[in-house]
């Protein structure tokens, strides 16, 4: 059982930066593809970004590319978002999701990950 639990959101003014959190139990999560995906209201779920078990591939919605960056700390069990001039409109919840299958083909398909945190709120005042 992989537990994840985000940190790091918030209240922003449009411009401003964050930097979300996922930190995961257990051994083996250098072993796991990492993703975030978001939740607007009225909106269903966004892939937001993805990266893979070693680091080294990362993965980025178009809406987010150039702003946001997604890394991971194996010896702390940790996959980070940094989140610069936020938008309006990455106003949502933010969640990181781990998937434990070899392949990584699908990371933008919310379906291919089995484990999720509780997410994290981040408002983005314009």
């Known amino acids: 059982q992989v537990q994840l639990v985000e940190s790091g959101g918030g209240l922003v003014q449009a411009g401003r930066s964050l930097r979300l959190s996922c930190a995961a139990s257990g051994p083996t999560f250098s072993r796991y593809n990492m993703g975030w995906f978001r939740h607007a209201p009225g909106k269903a779920l966004e892939f937001v970004a993805g990266?893979?078990?070693?680091?080294?591939?990362?993965y980025y919605a178009e809406s987010v590319k150039g702003r946001f960056t997604i890394s991971r700390d194996n010896a702390k069990n940790t996959v980070y978002l940094q989140m610069n001039s936020l938008k309006f409109e990455d106003t949502a919840v933010y969640y990181c999701?781990?998937?434990?299958?070899?392949?990584?083909?699908?990371?933008?398909?919310?379906?291919?990950?089995?484990?999720w945190g509780q997410g994290t709120q981040v408002t983005v005042s314009s």
């Open positions: 990266i893979r078990w070693n680091g080294g591939s990362a």
């Open positions: 999701a781990a998937d434990t299958s070899p392949g990584f083909t699908f990371y933008n398909r919310g379906r291919s990950y089995q484990y």
